[in-house]
């Protein structure tokens, strides 16, 4: 049976310059869904890429009514640990209702979020074609570039004695394969909550 486990974790408060700040989460992906290019992955994203991507799905699915994000309220303090462990929350239960729908499922700007760093401009531009790398380069790039999982190793493994398995390459203009960098994501699935 197919699952999507899907956990966001680990706000952590970034600096954009000396005046401005935002958190970003770690959302987390572990499935064996054929809907996913990659098994398992993870990358950070902050709250207004959120919305970006709730815009974007709402108007390429104009029938479904999108679950809603947690309310963006001019009281919100970073520095309190229970407004932000809401937020997650809220964060979390948005993208596990998504997930659940076929539909949104088959929007690659969804699958781009969830396993790509892309910026909301990039992915607009690889998704309407006008990048020289796929949907699918992207998400291999991405991959490639950080961490790998105890998983997809052990399956790297036994694809490399099968004569046709898929190769990555870095000529996906992405940059170059370095199985060295890592992205600070945590393997493990299990869930933070306080």
């Not at 890429?49 to 009281?75: D, G, H, M």
């Not at 997809?152 to 199985?179: C, M, V, Y």
Request: proline residues 5%; aromatic residues 8%; hydrophobic residues 30%.
């Amino acid at each position: 049976q197919e699952f999507v486990t899907v956990l966001v974790r680990d706000p952590r408060i970034q600096k954009e310059d000396s005046w401005h700040s935002y958190i970003d989460y770690e959302i987390f992906i572990h499935t064996n869904s054929i809907c996913f290019t990659r098994k398992t992955s993870c990358v950070r994203r902050r709250y207004r890429e959120f919305v970006w991507l709730r815009q974007r799905l709402q108007s390429n699915a104009v029938l479904i009514q999108l679950p809603e994000l947690p309310s963006k309220t001019p009281f919100f303090n970073m520095n309190n640990p229970h407004h932000v462990d809401h937020r997650r929350q809220g964060l979390q239960e948005f993208l596990e209702k998504i997930l659940q729908d076929a539909l949104l499922l088959s929007d690659s700007r969804l699958h781009l979020f969830l396993q790509t760093q892309l910026s909301p401009e990039d992915m607009e531009a690889c998704v309407s074609g006008q990048t020289k790398y796929s949907v699918a380069d992207a998400i291999h790039s991405f991959a490639s570039l950080n961490r790998r999982f105890p998983i997809e190793d052990e399956e790297r493994k036994k694809g490399k004695n099968d004569a046709d398995s898929d190769s990555e390459s870095s000529s996906s203009g992405l940059g170059p394969s370095d199985d060295s960098i890592s992205c600070g994501c945590k393997a493990s699935p299990a869930s933070e909550e306080s």
